[in-house]
């Protein structure tokens, strides 16, 4: 069977720690190729190359980093259909959902191009009699970036792509459940010119993390995954000194209003909500309906849920695909059949495979009068189920969104100006879209939700991420006024 290994000092390096994971094509529910899981022995040796890379790289011109970040552009733009078929073949995303995924990605490179202008310092002229003050960014050294399985080439180019243009050396611990896209996306690092050691990906599992955390060599860790894994890779990595940035999971509402467009509304829950087979940070898993609009909103959802082709990714007429696991399908498939037992109403109900065969698949499903205390509600789910909570007002609204641990994302829908933006500035998540179901923000803003969604106080890429991948110096510099006597240039004064 096919072994992928690491990709270590502009090459790939076969695993030695005699530990594999399978890696599963979820359509078919088929193994098809295995990982190599590294050793802590294993990461230390990568932690070397890329220490040893980001010294050179770290004073490299900003002229020659610049012309490579423009390659890698070129490059994944021109490579956008491979990378976007490596995906779904481990993930299990249909195409269009994949090649969304890779636009997103290179939106992080086309803004990382703009280096030479993000790390322009600030300058203070005359501060006090002849002395300035000015601000320099230095790269942290070593990055290691951990990634989850659903995004697995737009989450490591959230990363990356600012790492390396600030002169740090990268190493990526990608999901071991769809392991491939990263290392596509090695090869593309090294074709655009980047030096060796500069961009690295070891494989593996927890005992990968706990070794890239805990190293005296890593300077700074950016991670996006659960909740738990978050909290402790950011209560390990900052006990060993690192700056770290831990992105976790989500419970994204959608608040809808009676005045809105119901039908648009209903259009964007059941994309939001089932899109990526619920697989995404910002998917909607709760549809707030507030008074009237409850009834007219579940008919129009649920007539639409009819329409979603599930199938493979690949291909063409499918809308969604299979979940990322046989084990994760099933877990997800608890929440639906232990729905009733809580209380709500099963009103679309997806718990059994839509497709014929072992691929890891369910269909979509919809629970009414589900409430806070139910597992459906209190859980991530990650998964096609989309609950529907009733209340009475936009306050009640606002409450029960503030109530919940998570604030990643958050949605109103809306035609009344004054409650947007009351929602707007009351409402306790990160980000937020009025009449936008899924509010990720573009490259040039920053990524991240607030309460247990983050651990650390940056958010990923964008501006956030330049500062988080640098570190700033304060240069304060005295010059007196040169006396007359050190302006004589040596020409005769005695004309
Ligand atoms: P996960 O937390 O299981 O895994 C993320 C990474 O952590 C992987 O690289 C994995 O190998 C590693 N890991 C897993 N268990 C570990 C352990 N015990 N110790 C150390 N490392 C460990 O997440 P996932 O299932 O791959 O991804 C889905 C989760 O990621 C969801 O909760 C989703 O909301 C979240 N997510 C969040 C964002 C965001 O921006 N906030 C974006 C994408 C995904």
Redesign the pocket.
Known sequence: MDSLSHWVGGRAVPGTSGRVGPVFDPARGVQTREVALASAAEVSDVVKVARDASREWAIAPLSRRTSMLFKLRELIDSRRDDLARAITAEHGKVLTDAAGEVARGLDCVEFACGIPHLLKGAHSAEVSTGIDVHTVLHPVGVVAG??????PVM?PLWMAANAVACGNAFVL?????DPSPSMLLASLFAEAGFPDGVFNVVH???EA??ALIEHPDVDAVS????????R??YETGTAHGKRVQA????KNHMVVLPDADLAGAADAAVSAAYGSAG???MAISVVVAVGGAADPLLDAITSKIGDVIIGPGDQPESMMGPLITAAHRDRVRSYVRGAVGEGARVVVDGSASPVAGDGFYLGCSLLDGVEPGMKAYDD?I?GPVLSVVRVASLDDAIALVNANPYG?GVALFTRDGGAARRFEREIEVGMVGVNVPIPVPVAWHS?G?WKA??FGDTS?YGPEGIRFYTRQKVISTRWPDPSPSSLDLGFPTNR
């Open positions: 951990i990634t989850p399985f659903n995004f989450v611990k990608p999901s071991e459940r593996g599992d927890a993390v706990n991670f996006v995954g659960s909740t738990p894994i978050a402790h890779v992105l976790g999971g989500a697989e995404r940070c991530e990650f990643n990524f939700g969604s983050i990923i």
